[in-house]
């Protein structure tokens, strides 16, 4: 399964923006989807997943400002962010784990692929 992430840009503190990351080459809908994220000097971190039975898991820093959704018609996954802080500044990756779970873990050695990352710049 390839991985392209997009939607990304430079926005204000409190805006929103919404990630797009397209599949191709399998069935997203099955699999456990992620999106991390990487700021500059920081390791790359988990935001949120959702499982192949759609159960989500989500980070702190995401609980109720990131939404993690699919299009199953469309073989897409999206990151709908709100109320941006400059601390979400980071490049956004998605990532997928082709083995079927019904729950998923932010745990980076469980993903297969990974799409090239989008950048995210919020300022004050």
């Known amino acids: 399964v390839q991985l392209q992430a997009s939607g990304g840009g430079s926005v204000q503190v409190g805006d929103s923006l919404r990630l797009s990351c397209a599949a191709s080459g399998g069935t997203a809908s099955r699999y456990q989807m992620a999106w991390y994220r990487q700021s500059p000097g920081k390791e790359r971190e988990g935001v949120v997943c959702i499982s192949g039975t759609d159960r989500i898991l989500e980070t702190e820093s995401a609980k109720g400002r990131f939404t993690i959704s699919r299009d199953n018609v469309k073989n897409m996954v999206y990151l709908q962010m709100s109320s941006l802080k400059p601390e979400d500044t980071a490049v956004y990756y998605c990532?997928?784990?082709?083995?079927?779970?019904?729950?998923?873990?932010?745990?980076?050695?469980?993903?297969?692929?990974w799409g090239k990352g989008t950048q995210v710049t919020v300022s004050s």
């Open positions: 990532a997928v784990d082709v083995d079927y779970k019904s729950t998923c873990r932010l745990a980076m050695i469980e993903y297969d692929n």
